[in-house]
T-cell receptor, first 116, second 114 residues
């Protein structure tokens, strides 16, 4: 069974700082990897998706990398802002053969607080 | 487009009661998923569907049933609710089988079973 771990569980940084969130997984045979943002009491918003053949994806101030061989992904946030405060979730996809379904295995998240 | 919507947003049940959670999507997606989120644990897959009329078990299916009678709707049922089913339930959908098809999530249903 795929196990996904996110470290640290919580992180506080001053505004403007660059930061890295970490995600590790136990089974390297992944289909894809998604990073989500979750605000308190809200649903999940997809930030970035990295396909299994890719090494990284970028969107604005966000950059996600993937190293399947070591079972690691990182989410880099540049020039952090108070509006970035949220919980960030990493999810590893497993393709279900003959169905095409992509079942996601989630980490427990990193709760980020950006201090003005 | 509303995306993925869930009904209701909150619900309190007594042990043994039944209820149905409704998920609807207006993106014409084939694939739909039900997850539960509990404190200290990552989201876990309950059931999923690969198209109208199909359902399959996920990681934690016990105590739940699902139906996908229409492509746009995915229903999650609790026949006899238990306190262990107190959780936040999320529905998600995606368009296809390619590995670049992201899942889109609804706002969640917070369920408390007393």
């Amino acid at each position: 069974k795929q196990e996904v771990t996110q470290i640290p569980a919580a992180l506080s940084v001053p505004e403007g700082e660059n930061l890295v969130l970490n995600c590790s997984f136990t089974d390297s045979a992944i289909y894809n990897l998604q990073w989500f943002r979750q605000d308190p009491g809200k649903g999940l918003t997809s930030l970035l998706l990295i396909q299994s053949s890719q090494r990284e994806q970028t969107s604005g101030r966000l950059n996600a990398s993937l190293d399947k061989s070591s079972g690691r992904s990182t989410l880099y946030i540049a020039a952090s802002q108070p509006g970035d405060s949220a919980t960030y979730l990493c999810a590893v996809g497993r393709n279900v053969l003959r169905t095409g379904a992509n079942n996601l295995f989630f980490g427990t998240g990193t709760r980020l607080t950006v201090i003005p | 487009n509303a995306g993925v919507t869930q009904t209701p947003k909150f619900r309190v049940l007594k042990t043994g009661q039944s209820m149905t959670l409704l998920c609807a999507q207006d993106m014409n997606h084939e694939y739909m998923y039900w997850y539960r989120q509990d404190p200290g644990m990552g989201l876990r897959l309950i059931h999923y569907s690969v198209g109208e009329g199909t359902t399959a078990k996920g990681e934690v299916p016990d105590g739940y049933n699902v139906s996908r009678l229409k492509k746009q709707n995915f229903l999650l049922g609790l026949e006899s609710a238990a306190p262990s089913q107190t959780s936040v339930y999320f529905c998600a959908s995606s368009s296809g089988t390619s590995d670049n098809n992201e899942q889109f999530f609804g706002p969640g249903t917070r369920l408390t079973v007393l």
